[in-house]
């Protein structure tokens, strides 16, 4: 049987959970990740097969945390940062809201506060993982930065958007629609050399 759930981040029902989170943002403010880091890692590998495969799932994304906070590439600004190692942070915690070895949904408090700290940093968290595979993808461009990426990004975005209305302007009629400058056009050769 497969459980799975949504929720709404901001639902007044999970306030006990965001306190909770919080708590360790506060906690984890300004202290370094090293130790917490590895543990984060070594627990994720050690959530058990049976836990259900919302949790899992969830909590699968937490190696891609731990490598977006420690990306010296992608500085993240101080309250994003205590956000993320917070969720870390109850994650690692055995006696949080939920005890971890409580039966079979130990884990669903951590995959709570974990999905409530990517919702939280939802756009850095989605920049983060495209500049990842970007890098990942296009290893000649060298190491780019956060701001680098961002502005070779929206370069690229600028050029693709110039060329889409650039080639909207050129787009030629053929039987009632449009086609693609350079395509080849479908008329009778009577209409094409205009004979009719």
Do not use: K, N
């Amino acid at each position: 049987m497969r459980i799975d759930f949504d929720f709404e981040p901001d639902d007044p029902d999970l306030q006990p959970f965001r306190d909770a989170w919080l708590q360790q943002c506060e906690r984890r403010r300004d202290r370094p990740l090293g130790a917490l880091a590895a543990r984060a890692l070594s627990a994720q590998a050690a959530i058990p097969l049976d836990a259900p495969a919302a949790c899992r799932d969830r909590l699968a994304a937490i190696p891609d945390l731990v490598a977006l906070l420690i990306d010296p590439g992608w500085p993240l600004p101080s309250h994003e940062h205590a956000r993320l190692s917070g969720a870390l942070a109850y994650f690692c915690e055995r006696m949080d809201l939920i005890p971890d070895d409580a039966s079979h949904f130990g884990l669903l408090d951590d995959a709570i506060v974990l999905a409530m700290a990517l919702s939280d940093c939802a756009e850095t968290w989605c920049d983060w993982r495209e500049y990842r595979a970007w890098r990942e993808a296009c290893p000649e461009a060298g190491p780019l930065d956060r701001r680098q990426w961002h502005a070779t990004r929206d370069a690229l975005l600028r050029d693709a958007l110039r060329r889409a209305r650039l080639a909207s302007y050129l787009a030629t009629p053929s039987r009632g629609r449009y086609a693609p400058a350079g395509a080849a056009l479908d008329f009778p050769e009577a209409v094409q050399f205009g004979l009719h």
